[in-house]
């Protein structure tokens, strides 16, 4: 018999990123944008997905991979297309792509 390998262990997110994303993703919700969402986790990269359905691809996907936590980030905002949306160090900073724009009246 093999011996068994250690199995490497698989990225999640901590309490407070479940807080700062389902937060996003309540509001979301409410607004009628957002109706689905998944989690998973690999050895690698933990990602939180957005549906409009459940039957469609992402609309967005959150995720977390701390091997790039000293280059570009460890977080990142994906769009369907594989376009990296928004990345950077602090979850919160880059879960600010997601508020809307205020919109200003300016006198003419």
């Known amino acids: 018999?093999?011996?068994?390998?250690p199995r490497e262990p698989e990225v999640f997110f901590d309490r407070a990123e479940?807080?700062?994303?389902?937060?996003?993703?309540g509001r979301k919700?409410?607004?009628?944008e957002?109706?689905?969402?998944?989690m998973g986790a690999h050895k690698d990269v933990a990602v939180f997905s957005v549906f409009r359905r459940a039957s469609e691809m992402p609309?967005?996907?959150i995720e977390k991979r701390?091997?790039?936590?000293?280059?570009?980030?460890a977080y990142a905002v994906i769009a369907p297309?594989?376009?990296?949306?928004?990345?950077?160090?602090e979850l919160k900073q880059?879960?600010?792509?997601?508020?809307?724009r205020a919109l200003r009246l300016i006198d003419a």
């Open 1 to 5: 018999m093999a011996p068994k390998r």
């Open 18 to 25: 479940l807080d700062a994303i389902l937060s996003v993703y």
């Open 29 to 32: 919700v409410a607004e009628g």
């Open 34 to 38: 957002w109706r689905d969402y998944a």
């Open 59 to 61: 609309l967005y996907r």
């Open 66 to 73: 701390p091997k790039l936590a000293r280059r570009q980030g």
């Open 81 to 89: 297309g594989g376009q990296i949306l928004k990345r950077g160090h």
């Open 94 to 100: 880059v879960l600010k792509i997601f508020e809307k």
